[in-house]
Each structure stands twice: as structure tokens, then as C-alpha cells.
């Protein structure tokens, strides 16, 4: 898909740096953008905005089913995003209150569009009420990435919200249409996948454009607005590695644009026949075979027990590198590995799968309490493995591990 005509370059493009400093509540200089300029401060105030987000989804949701008038469909959908969005605010609150830095992302490999039509779906019925129409244009089949699913909705929402009130203030209503397409940057590593919100509005002055992302900007004055929303959407972006600016339209109003990295995944060559080649991992009528990779032994037990339960065969290792000459003798239809544990990590280990059975690579899925660490989000960036954060639910443990050898199968029957 090429680029959507009549939309100039960019006329504006975040640093990275300067905002990592105001984010902590600093302007250049070391200034206080407001508040105490503590961090707890300054992720209460993000805390509240993107509550407040949810919150509003929730009371347009029961308003709509306290009106009597959808069917049972919709009404399941309500509940759905109901339910979805008191999940989101809970995750909100516990990492609030367990971390230093409640943003970091927890990555998954996940497909941008079924997000993005997720959240429009959650404000659809707000858009037409304000009289907005809803155009999506969507690249089909666009490859995965490593992102936070609930981030990205929050940076979704603030965008639609942004566009929504934009043209609802200047003309009562419009036109938002939402495009993604795959494009291609060798600079910067290969492709990206590209997401644009177009609005019909007024467009941006030159005056506001330079501070569009700036913590605590707004042009609401005393109409209300926190002139966060934005700022938050561009630290969460380049949390997950991507940027976002903003752009003029040549056409009349406005779009706000942002670019995620695609999910890198090695090519992989075919091994040839008895070179490093495992046998076939089932055959017809036998139970699929899980191999537990921790070096705790409580989680291995409970994982061991949780799996054999489920219908699975199961073997255990306390250590990387006896899985690696276990695999030697047998063979496996899906790996679950501890990404921290110490000699070999699981890092080392999926380089040497990678090695010596990389037709397993894509049947592993880790299992880390890990993920906010700079270099264990760049592994998981990178290699675009399946993982889970600890601690995880029975229940979702067991959906990952059929989803992930449901991929890896459907994977061998296309490669």
C-alpha cells in the first residue's frame, strides 16, 4: 500500500531525549512541568487520565445498555468491552503500585489491526453520537509485532479522543479515518508498520505544532483537559521502540501518525535431512509432548502437573542445557522456558536452538517475571518469541499453549 496521496512529510518528529527528561517531570533546564515533580507524582497524574479514558468507555457502554434497544449481540459486546476495559484499569492499578515505572510495556507478538479495530469499536457508539464517521482502511494480512496490546489501546484511545474533539468543537462533526500499511525503511532496520488517524478538523497551528507532545499542553483552557493524553501516547510509542508525529493534511485537517517495528524473526533455512534434523514430532493419535525448562521447582512442578491434566505428555529440566541433550533423544512438540536462570539463560538457549534444531524455534514460549528490563524486551522484540509474564492463570497458560502449537502447525502445513 503506498503512501495515502495529499499528505505532506512530516512536519514534526519527537526527540527521544529531550522527552525522556520531561517525562520525568523536567523541562529543558530542569525546570518542574507542574506538581512535585516526583515520579509517583507524575505517574498519578498519567494514572488518572487513562482511567479516566476507561471510565468513560464504561458509563457510554451501560448507557447503552440501560436504553433497552440492542440486541443480545451487542449487549454481549458491552459486557465484553465492560469487562475489558474494568481488566485494563485493575492492570493500571497493580502496576501503579508495584513498580517504579508503571509504562513499561509487556510485550507480545500481536496483530496491530485486530487492535486497533478493538478500540474503535469501544468508541464507535461515542463518534456517532458526535456526529463522526468511521473509516478504516487497514492493510490486510500485515505482519506481527511485539507490543503491549493495553498500551497500544491507550495510545489508540487518546488519538480517536484527540480527532473526535478536534473536529467536534470546530465543525460539530466529520470524518476520521484510520489507515495502516507496511512500510518499508532499510535506515532503520528493516520494515515498519505505519498507522495514521485523519481527521477533518481545523488542523494545527504553527504556533501548537512544536508543543503538540509536550506534558501538560493543552488548548482546552478552562473547557478541561489534563494535555496529557498525547504526551503519554508518544511515551508509550517509544517504549515499544517506535515514533510519532504529527502532520498537517494537505486536504484539511490533521492526522496523527505513528510507526512500530515488525516483529524480527530469523530466516530460517530448511535443515537438510540428517543434518541436525529432529523426527517428526507426532504421530497420528499421540499426545503432544511439552518440554519445562525452570530452574525453580515448584513452578516446574506446577507446570508439570497443570499440562499433564490437559491431556499432555511432559518432561522437565531444571537447566538449559540439559533440555538441549534431552532434545537430542527426543524430540518435542512445544518448549516452555524460564527466560532468567542461571549458566545457560534462556537467551543462550534460543540461539543455540536457533543452531541445532531451528525448525524448534517457533514452538518455544518463555516464561518471565523479566520483561521490563531493557535487555530482556529487546530478546523478546528481536527474536519474536511467544512469551508470558509471571505470574500467569492456569487458564491462560493453557490458550497460549494451544495457540502456539496451533501457529507452529499451520506454519509447517504453508512452509
Known amino acids: 500500500m503506498s503512501r495515502p496521496e495529499g499528505v505532506p512529510r512530516a512536519q514534526t518528529v519527537r526527540n527521544a531525549g529531550l522527552f525522556a527528561g520531561e517525562w520525568l517531570g523536567l523541562a529543558p533546564g530542569g525546570a518542574s512541568l507542574g506538581g512535585d515533580g516526583s515520579n509517583m507524582g507524575q505517574h498519578v497524574s498519567r494514572l488518572v487520565h487513562e482511567l479516566n479514558n476507561s471510565l468513560a468507555i464504561i458509563s457510554l457502554q451501560t448507557r447503552l445498555l440501560s436504553q433497552g434497544t440492542i440486541g443480545p449481540a451487542q449487549t454481549e459486546a458491552s459486557l465484553d468491552i465492560i469487562r475489558e476495559q474494568a481488566k485494563r484499569m485493575s492492570q493500571m492499578v497493580d502496576d501503579l503500585r508495584s513498580s517504579a515505572d508503571p509504562y513499561q510495556p509487556r510485550l507480545q507478538t500481536i496483530d496491530v489491526n485486530a487492535v486497533i479495530r478493538y478500540t474503535v469499536e469501544m468508541q464507535q457508539a461515542q463518534l456517532q453520537m458526535d456526529n463522526i464517521a468511521l473509516v478504516l482502511d487497514l492493510e490486510d494480512a500485515l505482519p506481527e509485532v511485539q507490543a503491549d496490546p493495553y498500551q497500544l489501546q491507550q495510545v489508540f484511545i487518546n488519538f480517536v479522543n484527540n480527532a473526535r474533539q478536534a473536529m467536534l468543537e470546530a465543525n460539530g462533526g466529520g470524518t476520521l479515518t484510520v ?185 518455544v514460549l518463555y516464561f518471565t517475571g523479566d520483561s521490563s528490563s531493557k535487555e530482556a524486551r529487546a530478546f523478546l522484540r528481536d527474536s519474536g518469541c511467544n512469551w508470558l509474564e509471571k505470574p500467569v492463570r492456569a487458564e491462560e497458560l493453557v490458550q497460549s499453549v494451544r495457540q502456539v502449537l496451533r501457529q507452529a502447525s499451520q506454519s509447517a502445513e504453508t512452509g
Not at 199 to 225: C, N, W, Y
Not at 269 to 292: F, H, K, M, T, Y
Not at 315 to 325: C, I, K, P, S
Request: net charge negative; aromatic share 6%; hydrophobic share 40%.
Open 179 to 363: 489507515t495502516s500499511w507496511l512500510v518499508e525503511n532499510e535506515d532503520q532496520g528493516g520494515p515498519w508498520i505505519r498507522i495514521e488517524f485523519a481527521d477533518t478538523g481545523p488542523g494545527i497551528s504553527d504556533e501548537v505544532m512544536p508543543h503538540l507532545f509536550q506534558a501538560r499542553f493543552t488548548t482546552k483552557g478552562d473547557r478541561g483537559g489534563m494535555g496529557l493524553g498525547l504526551a503519554i501516547s508518544e511515551h508509550l510509542v517509544l517504549q515499544h521502540g517506535g515514533r510519532v508525529w504529527a502532520e498537517n493534511n494537505a486536504v484539511g485537517g490533521a492526522s496523527l501518525i505513528l510507526e512500530l517495528p515488525v516483529a524480527r524473526r530469523v530466516a530460517l533455512a530448511a535443515p537438510e535431512a540428517g543434518e541436525g534434523a529432529l523426527p517428526e514430532c507426532q504421530a497420528d493419535g499421540q499426545e503432544e509432548r511439552v518440554l519445562i525448562i525452570d530452574d525453580d521447582p515448584i513452578i516446574v512442578r506446577d507446570l508439570s502437573n497443570l499440562l499433564t491434566e490437559e491431556g499432555f505428555q511432559v518432561a522437565v529440566t531444571h537447566d538449559a542445557g540439559q533440555a538441549l541433550e534431552l532434545l537430542e533423544r527426543e524430540s518435542a512438540d512445544l518448549i516452555i522456558s524460564d527466560l532468567s536462570m542461571p549458566q545457560v539463560d534462556g537467551r543462550q538457549f534460543w540461539r543455540r536452538l536457533l543452531e541445532q534444531y531451528p525448525q524448534l524455534v517457533g514452538r
